[in-house]
C-alpha cells in the first residue's frame, strides 16, 4: 500500500481542525486576554499566536510568511502584538490555552492508549517534515515538544499544517500568483465566497485589479468566472502542494498513516461538533 496524493490530502483535513482549535478555542481567547490582548474580533490574538514561534518578527516577515494577509492588515497588528505581550508569554499561552481545550473536548479519554499511539505516529510524521524553505514549519519545530499526549498530538498537527502551509506558498509562487490573485483564483474555482476571502484585508480596488490582471492571463473571463486554464491551474497548484506535503506520511509509511487517520478520526469529529470552527474558511477543505 503505498502514499498517494488523496491520502496526503486526506492527512491535512484530518489534522486541519486539530491544529485550528488554537485560533478558535474558548480557553485560548480567555488565555490571550489574560496576556491583554483585545478579543473582541478575533485578529489581535491570531497573529501573535501564529507569529509567536519566529520570534518577535517585524510585519514584512509576518505578511511574507502568511502570504494571503494585505500587508496593510498584518501592520495593524504585528509589531504591535509583541507590545502587549513578549513572544514567549504568548507561546506560554497557547499552550496553557490549547491544554484547557483539549482537556474540554476529550474529557477522560485525554489519558486512553488510543491518544498516546495518536500522538506518538504524529509526532514521529512532523519529526520526517523537511524544513528547508519553510519558515513557518521550522519555527514551530525548533520548539521544545510538550509532554502530555495530547499536546503532543497538537505541537505535531501544528508543524505539518505549517509545513504543508509553506509548501502551498511555494507552489502559488511557481504560479505567478501574487496573494490576492491567489484568493480571487481560489474563489473562482468555489473554494468558498468572496466575502470569505474579505477577512485577509484586500480592498475592493485590488481585489478588482487582481481580477483584471487574471483575466489579462486568460484564466479568469470578462465577467470573473474562471476559464478552463484557470481550473487547470488551479488544479495544478493543488497538486504540487500535494506533493510538497508528502514527506512525512512517505516516511511514517502507508501502514502507519493509515492508522493514524483511523485513530484521528474520532476526535476530527469531536473538533467539528463542537461548534468552535467556522462552517466556510479560506482553506477550501472539501470543496477543491
Do not use: C
Not at 128 to 136: F, K, S, V
Amino acid at each position: 500500500m503505498s502514499i498517494d496524493s488523496g491520502r496526503v490530502r486526506q492527512m491535512w483535513h484530518l489534522l486541519e481542525p486539530v491544529h485550528a482549535v488554537l485560533y478558535y478555542a474558548p480557553e485560548v481567547f480567555e488565555e490571550m486576554e489574560a496576556l491583554g490582548y483585545d478579543i473582541g474580533e478575533r485578529w489581535p490574538s491570531y497573529f501573535a499566536l501564529r507569529a509567536a514561534p519566529l520570534g518577535a518578527p517585524g510585519a514584512h516577515q509576518v505578511a511574507s510568511a502568511f502570504y494571503s494577509f494585505n500587508p496593510h492588515m498584518v501592520a495593524e497588528h504585528i509589531p504591535a502584538a509583541w507590545d502587549v505581550a513578549a513572544p514567549e508569554k504568548v507561546l506560554a499561552a497557547r499552550t496553557r490555552g490549547v491544554d484547557r481545550a483539549y482537556r474540554a473536548l476529550i474529557g477522560e479519554r485525554i489519558t486512553s492508549p488510543e491518544l498516546v499511539e495518536v500522538a506518538a505516529l504524529a509526532r514521529r510524521a512532523a519529526q520526517a517534515a523537511p524544513i528547508g524553505g519553510r519558515p513557518l514549519a521550522a519555527a514551530n519545530a525548533a520548539l521544545p515538544w510538550p509532554h502530555e499526549p495530547h499536546l503532543v498530538l497538537w505541537h505535531a498537527a501544528t508543524i505539518l499544517r505549517e509545513h504543508r502551509g509553506d509548501g502551498h506558498l511555494a507552489a502559488l509562487l511557481a504560479a505567478g500568483l501574487d496573494p490576492v490573485e491567489a484568493l480571487v483564483s481560489f474563489a473562482a474555482i468555489g473554494a468558498a465566497p468572496a466575502e470569505v476571502f474579505a477577512s485577509r484585508g484586500w480592498s475592493e480596488q485590488e481585489w478588482s485589479a487582481a481580477r483584471e490582471r487574471l483575466n489579462v492571463r486568460g484564466l479568469l473571463d470578462a465577467d470573473g468566472a474562471v476559464t478552463d486554464a484557470g481550473r487547470a491551474l488551479r488544479a495544478e497548484v493543488e497538486h504540487r502542494t500535494d506533493e510538497l506535503a508528502a514527506a512525512p506520511w512517505h516516511a511514517l509509511g502507508a501502514e502507519d498513516t493509515a492508522r493514524l487517520a483511523d485513530l484521528l478520526g474520532p476526535l476530527w469529529l469531536e473538533v467539528l461538533s463542537s461548534g468552535m470552527l467556522p462552517h466556510q474558511t479560506t482553506l477550501g477543505i472539501g470543496k477543491v
